[in-house]
């Protein structure tokens, strides 16, 4: 009793701390930690995986001059593959290539699934089918979200990657991640099957919390400069503290990671949706929900995939129309005429010569003078 009262007095002088840094940074604008909006991440992002750094043509899109900011997804295993033995080429390509085009950077580094298998000796995991994405189906291991061992290196990880990159001028995102599985997002395995290996695992709303509460100050720690974007709208699992299913705890969950999030990082906290598509729809939720923290915080959105792929919208459409039609949904303006801060789209479509007039228009839209749409909308 006596050191979990010590443990507790120990996080709120730790949250107070914190606060009061903030609040003494914010007295000088300009110093590490504190929110600018000269360099606030907005506009259009390309979103570049692994896979696409093997190809020279990165760079190109990367260089296209309606995007404003570029995306990195990368699994840990590809940077650390043996205890120790870090492989930095891929980032610092990236970063070089970013600042020769003036272009601002966002890191989205994967653990959960792509925890490299040194990582996880003595590390309890279950295996679980990835989700989706890449590889979308197969049985893999994944270390439980609150696994001390399993977080404790994931967080030397993150410490490594702030000290090479956390004073890079062109570095100003990095998603947060941690108690995660197949991405950056909070989404967990979460099919019936699955749900009766986390409630055999004794997940918990609370342990989940409780992992992420962790994740966010060392975030909000080692990357005082940088914006720290969450894509929490997934959030957990539909058990309860009790380890019973209860289908309304996933919400629960969620507002209270983002509240975590805010408290954490304050003005440097970014919310994100990853899913756009063309695909109307009378009431999504989620879309609905980070639009609800535009002037709150930075708020992004990103792809579900590249335009001509299946599930983005009506096959009878282009893969040009169905771009326009995505970007005209997700940077359709709130109530108060203000749209998310940016938007990311895969470098497929960006490369595409018939989608250049699209991004034009979709780059326009963070203007004062938005061009006019490009392409006739069918009806």
Do not use: C
Request: no cysteine; charged share 20%; proline share 7%.
């Amino acid at each position: 009793m006596h050191r979990a009262r010590t443990a507790v007095v120990f996080a709120v002088a730790l949250a107070t701390t914190v606060v009061q840094l903030q609040a003494a940074a914010a007295e000088k604008p300009g110093q590490p930690g504190v929110a600018s909006e000269n360099l606030t991440p907005s506009g259009l992002v390309v979103v570049l995986t692994t896979r696409d750094l093997g190809d020279a043509s990165w760079r190109k899109a990367v260089a296209s001059p309606s995007m404003s900011g570029v995306a990195l997804q990368i699994h840990w295993n590809d940077l650390e593959p043996a205890k120790g033995k870090l492989d930095w080429s891929k980032l610092d390509e990236l970063f070089d290539a970013a600042a020769t085009s003036k272009k601002w950077v966002q890191l989205l580094i994967f653990p959960g699934f792509f925890t490299p298998e040194w990582a996880l000796d003595g590390v309890k995991t279950t295996q679980f089918p990835i989700q989706y994405g890449p590889g979308k189906g197969d049985i893999m291991a994944l270390p439980m979200p609150w696994d001390a061992v399993y977080l404790h290196r994931w967080f030397a990880f993150v410490k490594l990657v702030s000290d090479r990159y956390g004073s890079n001028a062109a570095f100003r995102m990095i998603g947060a991640a941690g108690p995660t599985s197949v991405s950056v997002e909070t989404t967990l395995p979460a099919s019936p099957k699955d749900l009766e290996k986390w409630q055999d695992d004794s997940y918990t709303p609370t342990k989940y919390i409780g992992a992420w509460q962790q994740a966010l100050q060392t975030y909000a720690t080692d990357f005082p400069n940088q914006y720290v974007s969450l894509s929490g709208l997934g959030s957990g699992l539909n058990i309860n503290d009790q380890g019973k299913t209860d289908s309304d705890e996933h919400l629960r969950t969620r507002q209270k990671i983002i509240d975590a999030a805010i408290s954490a990082l304050g003005s440097r906290f970014g919310l994100q949706y990853s899913n756009l598509d063309a695909i109307p729809r009378s009431d999504d939720e989620r879309m609905t929900f980070v639009f609800s923290y535009i002037g709150r915080s930075v708020t992004g959105l990103q792809m579900r995939t590249s335009a001509g792929n299946p599930g983005m919208g009506p096959p009878s459409d282009s893969p040009a129309l169905v771009l326009q039609e995505a970007i005209d949904k997700g940077l359709q303006p709130n109530a108060d005429g203000k749209r998310v801060t940016y938007l990311e789209i895969y470098e497929r479509d960006v490369l595409d010569d018939e989608m250049q007039a699209v991004l034009r228009y979709g780059a326009s839209l963070f203007t004062a003078q938005p061009l006019a749409r490009p392409l006739p909308v069918p009806r």
